[in-house]
């Protein structure tokens, strides 16, 4: 879905402008990709597992601009994607069209700066207009500062998922099931 542009004040007094992802990011969203999944262990990839063309990633954003109740935003700061957040539908039948994913990364560089609190809040305010009543996601059991800023937004742990990943060293990390009921 293709929605309004908003600018929000950072803590260091920069600007970040909350957009939709536009076919022309694709190679700024591979950089990115690649990036913050060098920077983190929380995330479902390695950096060498990001094997996006420039083509492929185009046919992505490009899908997601047009689904109706799909979103992917861009946190833009000085002209360098900071970080992104997603919407994802859990399906079109009755029993699950209540239901939504989100997903959100940051460059390390840009945390702490609110960006994660202001693509949170417009992101949630963006799900309830297209009808959704509740976000879903899952978190890496560690990952304290992301699952503190879930909680925050109102997310409430209803499982765990054991072993959910192995790393490259043979180690597993368990991740948390969180749900959020939107404001009705």
Not at 83 to 107: D, P
Not at 165 to 175: F, R, T, V
Request: net charge negative; charged share 30%; proline share 1%.
């Amino acid at each position: 879905m293709i929605f309004e542009e908003k600018k929000i004040k950072l803590r260091d007094g920069r600007t970040c402008i909350l957009r939709s992802v536009e076919t022309k990011d694709a190679a700024d969203m591979i950089d990115y990709l690649r990036t913050v999944s060098a920077e983190t262990p929380f995330l479902l990839r390695n950096e060498d597992e990001v094997r996006y063309t420039v083509e492929t990633e185009e046919q992505l954003l490009e899908s997601k601009r047009n689904h109706p109740r799909e979103i992917m935003m861009v946190a833009e700061v000085d002209g360098v994607v900071a970080g992104n957040c997603g919407i994802v539908s859990k399906g079109s039948l009755r029993r699950v069209y209540h239901r939504c994913g989100f997903a959100i990364a940051l460059k390390e560089g840009y945390w702490s700066l609110g960006i994660g609190s202001g693509m949170m809040d417009y992101a949630f305010y963006l799900a309830e207009k297209m009808g959704y009543e509740q976000a879903e996601l899952e978190v890496v059991d560690g990952n304290n500062r992301a699952k503190s800023l879930y909680e925050r937004f109102g997310f409430k742990e209803t499982g765990k998922n054991f072993r959910a990943l192995k790393y490259d060293d043979g180690s597993y990390a368990d991740e948390y099931i969180m749900v959020k009921v939107m404001q009705k």
